[in-house]
């Protein structure tokens, strides 16, 4: 038969793994689906360091930062970060909710605790340019 590959589902606060065919994409569950972005960078600090990175992803109410695995503080519970692209800027501070290093990047995905420049419309309207999710 199908040749089949591991996939991990997220399911009401637990995960699990599941077999699914090759190819086949987990139905994104989201209220607030994520829309992926290029030629964000952002500047991100955790009150002490400071590293540059770029935005990978993004919902209504949250974000996943890509920066160098050793950029900032790992247990940090705040962020602050200024988003710059296209022109126009904007600064949120957030709060991590999961990380995954792989190489030497860390990914964290975060929930926005607030925004000053037009978050709502920039997550709905995407002001700086989308990609194909």
Not at 2 to 9: C, P
Not at 51 to 75: E, T
Not at 93 to 113: F, Q
Request: hydrophobic share 35%.
């Amino acid at each position: 038969g199908d040749e089949l590959i591991k996939v991990r589902k997220q399911t009401a606060g637990k995960r699990k793994s599941v077999s699914q065919p090759i190819g086949y994409a987990l139905a994104e569950k989201r209220k607030y689906p994520r829309q992926k972005v290029v030629g964000v960078i952002a500047q991100v600090s955790d009150g002490v360091r400071c590293c540059r990175g770029s935005i990978a992803d993004i919902s209504q109410f949250g974000v996943r930062l890509v920066v160098p695995k050793d950029g900032l503080d790992k247990g940090a519970d705040r962020l602050g970060v200024l988003l710059t692209g296209v022109g126009e800027s904007m600064q949120i501070r957030v709060k991590p909710r999961w990380k995954n290093e792989r190489g030497g990047e860390m990914s964290i995905g975060a929930s926005i605790e607030e925004a000053i420049g037009g978050w709502d419309s920039f997550a709905r309207e995407g002001h700086f340019r989308q990609v194909a999710a």
